[in-house]
């Protein structure tokens, strides 16, 4: 593992848990928009990470692309409205150990989910002057390996690695040609990583002890 410039993380699974705020969206939507569906902790859980075409194919396989755009925006609507209210929870370490490592490296986030929810995210958790630049799936609808190196191209970024908590980081990682860090008290799991933590505390210690 080579000493890092930049740190770039995922937001789902790796900062937080909001699932519960994403399944009242979800569910609020499908009710808002007469779809008769219902999804679960679970069901989201298991997507997490995934680009929004795979996840409403999948969710919605019966209704076609319109239907789909239009029940996601009203599922956005909610979200937006819930997430001031409900948040959700900040892993244990998360606000101490940003603090920490925001003073020796550039802090970024990069996250497959609609676009304005790491900043929505941002503002509930009182981060905003710790993360240098984000990019959400939802602003371009580009893969995480390119919106990673649009970050690395802007901020010229010499030596980032990403962290992650599932295969699709993992995998998305290696196609940008960074180094991919294993958080595991995540969502998912994957055996391809440079290095693995349990626990945020032990992630921090490391980089601030390179």
């Known amino acids: 593992m080579i000493k890092p410039d930049s740190l770039i993380f ?29 999804v679960s902790r679970k069901d989201l859980s298991h997507m997490m990470g995934w680009e929004k ?33 409900m948040g959700g929870t900040l892993y244990e370490g998360i606000k101490e150990g940003l603090e920490k490592l925001s003073s020796k490296y550039k802090l970024f986030i990069v996250s497959n989910c609609p676009e304005n929810l790491i900043r929505q995210f941002m503002d509930w958790s009182d ?24 970050l690395i191209d ?26 991919f860090v294993f958080l595991s008290y995540g969502f998912g799991e994957t055996e391809d990583f440079d290095l693995r933590f349990d626990d945020f505390e032990s992630f921090t210690n490391y980089f601030m002890n390179l």
């Open 10 to 38: 995922d937001m789902d699974g790796t900062l937080w848990d909001a699932a519960d705020t994403y399944v009242a969206s979800w569910n609020a939507g499908f009710k808002k928009e007469n779809i008769d569906i219902k």
């Open 154 to 179: 802007r901020h010229q970024l010499k030596d980032p690695v990403y962290v992650g908590d599932t295969e699709t980081d993992s995998i998305e990682s290696r196609k940008a040609g960074l180094p």
């Open 53 to 85: 075409r795979k996840v409403l194919d999948h969710i919605m396989p019966d209704l076609d692309e319109e239907k789909q755009e239009q029940v996601f925006t009203t599922i956005n609507e909610f979200r937006s409205q819930l997430i001031p209210q």
């Open 127 to 150: 981060i905003n002057h710790l993360i240098t630049d984000e990019i959400a799936h939802g602003r371009n609808l580009k893969p995480k390996h390119h919106n990673i190196k649009l």
